[in-house]
């Protein structure tokens, strides 16, 4: 009886159940892409030998398992307030409350099954997709075709079922546990005024200031309050002051600005303002808890995919520093290019040469140039060699070094005032350092304590250490830091050599798996979030089609109805994006000074570039979705206007 009764009020529910049906084939979907993902073993070993990404996927899918359940939950609580009159008439013919319970437990379950059947043909071609992309991307040796849908993950979409349907049965019998009566008024209770705290409107705020503060604080490292207090104490209080405050502003402050507009008369009174703030009170006060959440998967998601941008494009950068021309060769007691080489590395790839002479001076006491890391040798080049060497690189030379003194060439990059002395073996010339440069001449695997001397004193060492001369051969040329053909004809001369596109290659290589996966996964938060507004705006909307009917027959035109539409979905997609970017970018600021370098990194590449790409990747799908629901509502409400006129 019960279970013939959930289809007969699917079928006259239809249009109000469909769009929530295709919700649930999404969701569902993409949390198949996500489990074929990790099954895949193939894709798996191939992608990374280092990383976990299979314990990566499986964190995520749980979290997204979550999220999931809070979805269901919250939509069954709109669809029994939705029909609270049906649940009257139930009440009058004599329908106990557990039978009511089975009713809406039943439609639950052949939603379910019905949209798991879909998902998995739906997923499989999705995740055929992201594997087509992952292969030709990657150039892994995989074949696309050949792959299969393990048996672990159907157990797992069941198991996600069944924690479904327990979770929705113990949220029907809290429902049906209260007098019919108040079920009955629900909709009434939702409508119900709810007293104004003001310091709750105003402590969201704070919070979020709080919260975007201590990320903004980062940026005066190493003086910062993450520095003295600690990482992980300053990190949960932050993290703490933005959930908080997301949740007080969406909750509180959102509203109460609402009831700020409701009483401004030029607001209120025009086509739009008196069809769309009064509901707006409504919808925030019912949609409060799952905007908070979606605000605070966009934070997360911003956040994720900025980071990992960065994390990309920040060791490019930094490579510039590690190894600083083209290409160069090892530091050799002799010189290992002939002029003929030479000349034909200008003549076919025009490149500059340059000829560096240093000495190689033992110290007569290890030097710690980091708390772990100490040289028993200085590399020493002259003035005019290094400034010969930064316009080559186009960088700021050196001014006049006084005699006696030597300017250092930090490997750590910073501002910090150097003061050391060094004492040579078998050299009574003690060298001063007073000042340093975070330009370095060579790449690291050539030198990383390198002290620039005048041209003087440089040459007095030359005479005196004739054994400690190497030499240094230094290739730059315009557009030429990724040429790999350079590389392979310099290999032909059988020198040893250090080579920027070699090392770009290495950490294309080294970090692809993982920012293919991390994009994937931002990506899938970024479609579910739009789905779910997506889903929530049409849902609400159908559920209000003979309110638009009514304005329809008051005088409005169809561009006035498109236009109170687009304007209330705003309400609902604005929060969202607006404080999960604010947040987002935030968070990108501050945390990019704990992984990349503030003193040799700018600040397009530590936060500018990251962002950029990650609004190209976020934005372009959050407005065409909500473009979409606005036209597609704006299609129901016509459809449905001609049908009552007709």
């Not at 020198?495 to 996964?521: G, H, K, W």
């Not at 931002?522 to 789905?531: A, E, G, K, M, P």
């Amino acid at each position: 009886m019960s279970f013939k009764l959930s289809l007969s009020n699917l079928k006259h529910q239809q249009k109000l159940y469909q769009v929530y049906f295709s919700a649930q084939i999404l969701i569902f979907s993409l949390f198949f892409v996500l489990q074929c993902f990790s099954n895949d073993q193939v894709i798996v070993a191939r992608l990374a030998e280092d990383t976990d990404i299979k314990t990566m996927i499986q964190t995520i899918s749980l979290v997204f398992m979550l999220f999931i359940v809070f979805y269901f939950l919250y939509f069954n609580q709109f669809f029994v307030r939705q029909r609270a009159e049906e649940l009257g008439i139930y009440a009058l013919l004599g329908f106990k409350r557990q039978e009511i319970v089975r009713l809406f437990l039943f439609e639950n379950l052949i939603l379910l099954i019905l949209a798991q059947i879909v998902a998995v043909f739906v997923g499989t071609l999705f995740y055929f997709l992201v594997r087509l992309g992952a292969v030709r991307l990657l150039e892994l040796d995989v074949s696309v075709l050949h792959f299969r849908v393990e048996p672990q993950i159907f157990l797992t979409m069941l198991v996600v079922s069944l924690f479904l349907l327990l979770a929705i049965y113990l949220e029907l019998e809290l429902i049906f546990k209260k007098s019919l009566t108040d079920i009955l008024v629900l909709q009434q209770q939702q409508d119900k005024l709810q007293e104004k705290h003001p310091v709750l409107v105003f402590s969201g705020i704070f919070a979020l200031l709080v919260a975007d503060g201590l990320f903004l604080n980062l940026t005066t490292r190493p003086d910062s309050l993450w520095d003295k207090l600690g990482y992980m104490p300053l990190l949960t209080l932050t993290l703490g002051a933005l959930g908080l405050g997301t949740i007080l502003f969406i909750l509180e402050t959102l509203p109460y600005l609402v009831d700020f507009l409701l009483h401004k008369k030029a607001l209120l009174y025009n086509f739009k303002g008196n069809v769309i703030l009064p509901r707006m009170r409504h919808r925030l006060r019912n949609k409060g808890r799952l905007l908070t959440v979606l605000t605070l998967l966009t934070t997360a998601s911003v956040l994720l995919l900025g980071l990992t941008f960065l994390s990309l494009s920040y060791p490019y950068e930094a490579t510039k520093r590690i190894v600083p021309v083209t290409l160069e060769t090892m530091a050799s007691p002799k010189e290992q290019l002939t002029a003929t080489q030479l000349a034909r590395f200008k003549r076919d790839f025009a490149v500059t040469a340059v000829k560096t002479p240093l000495l190689k001076l033992e110290l007569q006491q290890k030097w710690y140039f980091s708390n772990k890391h100490a040289s028993d040798h200085l590399d020493l080049i002259s003035l005019s060699s290094y400034d010969r060497l930064m316009e080559l690189q186009q960088k700021e030379k050196l001014a006049k070094i006084p005699p006696g003194e030597g300017v250092l060439i930090n490997y750590y990059a910073g501002t910090t005032k150097v003061t050391e002395q060094f004492a040579f073996k078998d050299e009574a010339l003690a060298l001063k350092v007073e000042q340093a440069t975070n330009n370095n001449a060579f790449a690291f695997a050539n030198s990383v304590v390198t002290v620039v001397l005048n041209d003087h004193d440089f040459q007095k060492l030359w005479q005196a250490h004739a054994k400690k001369r190497y030499y240094i051969t230094s290739l730059e040329g315009e557009n030429r830091r990724d040429d790999l053909n350079l590389v392979a004809a310099f290999k032909k001369t059988k020198v040893e050599y250090i080579s920027a596109a070699e090392r770009d290659q290495l950490i294309t290589r080294a970090n692809s798996p993982t920012f293919l996966l991390i994009t994937m996964i931002s990506l899938l938060f970024f479609v579910t979030i739009s789905t779910v507004l997506y889903f929530t705006a049409r849902i609400e909307e159908i559920s209000l089609l003979k309110e638009y009917a009514t304005l329809d027959q008051l005088g409005y035109q169809l561009k006035d109805l498109k236009k109170i539409v687009f304007s209330a979905n705003m309400w609902l997609f604005l929060p969202p994006l607006v404080l999960g970017l604010i947040n987002g970018v935030f968070g990108t600021l501050g945390l990019s000074y704990l992984i990349a370098d503030p003193v040799t990194t700018g600040f397009w590449i530590r936060v500018g570039q990251p962002l950029a790409y990650t609004l190209l990747f976020f934005l372009p799908v959050y407005l065409s979705v909500y473009v979409l629901a606005g036209n597609t509502i704006t299609k129901e409400i016509t459809a449905f206007c001609k049908n009552q006129t007709n």
